[in-house]
Nanobody, 128 residues
Framework: QVQLQESGGGAVQAGGSLRLSCTAS????????MGWFRQAPGKEREGVAR????????DYADSVKGRFTISKDNAKNTVYLQMNSLKPEDSAVYYC?????????????????????WGRGTQVTVSS
């Protein structure tokens, strides 16, 4: 069973930076994707960033393009999300996610709560 261990998050003022990390274990598939979703109070969970563990090909939600960068370290089975120029509207619980196949292609259009492996979530709070 896939397990995801997150770290990072916290509280920062607007314009600041944070970095999230997510380490995966318990799988042997060669082509999977990992990344983050976020969920603010009263809102649906939304895709933030995704990267394929083999080919890379990072992609982002429009709301974070140019500010967030996702990267990977295959030797550590770890992906990182560097978040710069943070805004109050970025405040949310950020969930590391792991998927395979078509669910990678549909990262930003299909939340697939039951078909995605999730981390426990980490709180990001951005104050104005």
């Amino acid at each position: 069973q896939v397990q995801l261990q997150e770290s990072g998050g916290g509280a920062v003022q607007a314009g600041g930076s944070l970095r999230l990390s997510c380490t995966a274990s318990g799988y042997t598939y060669s082509s999977v994707c990992m990344g983050w979703f976020r969920q603010a109070p009263g809102k649906e969970r939304e895709g933030v960033a995704r990267i394929y563990t083999d080919i890379g090909n990072p992609d982002y939600a429009d709301s974070v393009k140019g500010r967030f960068t996702i990267s990977k370290d295959n030797a550590k089975n770890t992906v990182y999300l560097q978040m710069n120029s943070l805004k109050p509207e970025d405040s949310a619980v950020y969930y590391c996610a792991w998927r395979r196949g078509l669910l990678c292609t549909n990262w930003f259009t299909y939340t697939a709560l039951d078909a995605t492996n999730w981390g426990r979530g980490t709180q990001v709070t951005v104050s104005s």
